[in-house]
């Protein structure tokens, strides 16, 4: 960490203000976690108790002082939980807002303007490394799916030669029910339903429409 103050305290950093967040984190910081930037508001006229904002590779941990600075509140949010990110710059300074997933927004004004790009840099490179992550389970799922298919519709075509032939409404099964709420399942147990719903698709049982819905409905969770 220290390294990474180093070069933030040259871009008109309050040192006493960097001093008094980074004592703190050290207690609140995850195994393998890093900050990547920190940014303290400056307002127009003195600012005696700066909210500040920090940005690691796992989450946004917004900093703000509370009983005339005698301690401080923290709330933070895994990469997870953003939707995106915003810079507004005014006259006196910039906005940095972030939003989540539940429509929540959160704002630091009065940031000055190239902490504020730095910040909304580093996190879009973490929105992108995440959003590039899941693109990549899915990729892997659907090549999951298609070896499947083939050794399933051999399966079928062997049946087929013995049993008889059946009605089309015999054939529509019903969708999975959720035995559980998305949030509940792991991501293993999510990756497993989004395959189930390829089988189906793929083998006639549910429409391109519904397998996109449901697709939809599990793609916030992974």
């Known amino acids: 960490m220290i390294d990474n103050l180093k070069k933030i305290l040259n871009e ?17 910081l995850m195994s393998n976690e890093e900050v990547g ?8 006229a003195i600012t005696v108790f700066p909210d500040s904002i920090v940005v690691t590779n796992k989450r946004i941990i ?5 009983n005339l600075g005698l301690s401080m509140e923290f709330m933070d ?17 910039a906005d940095f807002s972030f939003s989540t997933k539940t429509d929540l927004t959160h704002t630091v004004e009065y940031l000055p303007k190239n902490q504020a790009r ?7 490179e973490q929105l992108d490394i995440l959003k590039n992550g899941v693109a990549t389970n899915l990729n892997s799922v659907a090549n999951a799916s298609v070896e499947i298919e083939e050794v399933q519709t051999e399966e079928v ?4 030669e013995i049993m008889p032939a059946v009605q089309d409404t015999e054939l529509e099964e019903p969708i999975p029910s959720h035995e559980k ?12 339903k989004l395959n189930n719903y390829k089988k189906l698709l793929d083998n006639g049982l549910i429409l391109q429409g519904e397998y996109d819905r449901l697709k939809n409905e599990i793609l916030p969770f992974l």
């Open 12 to 28: 008109d950093q309050d040192p006493k203000a960097i001093e008094k967040i980074t004592s703190k984190l050290e207690n609140l």
């Open 37 to 44: 930037y920190i940014a303290v508001q400056k307002k127009p």
């Open 62 to 66: 917004l900093c703000k002082p509370k």
């Open 77 to 93: 949010y895994d990469w997870d939980d953003i939707a995106g990110t915003f810079v507004k710059e005014g006259f006196l300074g």
């Open 118 to 124: 730095k910040l909304y840099t580093y996190a879009k």
């Open 157 to 160: 075509t062997h049946f087929a």
């Open 181 to 192: 709420k998305l949030s509940e399942l792991s991501k293993e147990e999510l990756f497993d």
